[in-house]
């Protein structure tokens, strides 16, 4: 079905779904390791890059979480309680989100 979506054949999807697991833990790292550092604009950047990639597969829990967090970060201080959740919300969601690619990208290949 996500083939036909985005109008591409199996290997290349499979390939974007590979890519984005293996990455997908080192984003989030990444994304703890600027927050609790004091830098939000990176942090920004990279839950920008994560919301559209994520948003690309179809891993809305995972998009909506990073947005939500990239929104806080940039209105408030990165030690701020609500940030601290919506990085557990983010953690969870890839999680989530992990199990279900991963799943897909099994049964396509």
């Known amino acids: ?11 290349v999807v499979r390939r974007f779904i590979g890519d984005y697991l293996e990455l997908l833990d ?23 890059s994560l919301t559209a990639s994520s948003l690309m597969l179809g891993a809305n829990g995972v998009a909506e979480a990073a947005d939500q967090l990239r929104r806080e970060t940039l209105a408030d201080d990165h030690r701020d309680p609500v940030i601290a959740e919506r990085q557990r919300s983010l953690h969870e969601q890839a999680t989530n989100e992990r199990r279900r690619l991963a799943r897909i990208w099994s049964i396509a290949g």
Do not use: F, K
């Open 26 to 48: 080192d984003r989030v790292e990444r994304i703890d390791h600027d927050l609790e550092y004091g830098n939000p604009n990176s942090a920004s950047v990279a839950l920008l």
């Open 1 to 11: 079905m996500l083939c036909a979506t985005l109008h591409v054949e199996v290997p």
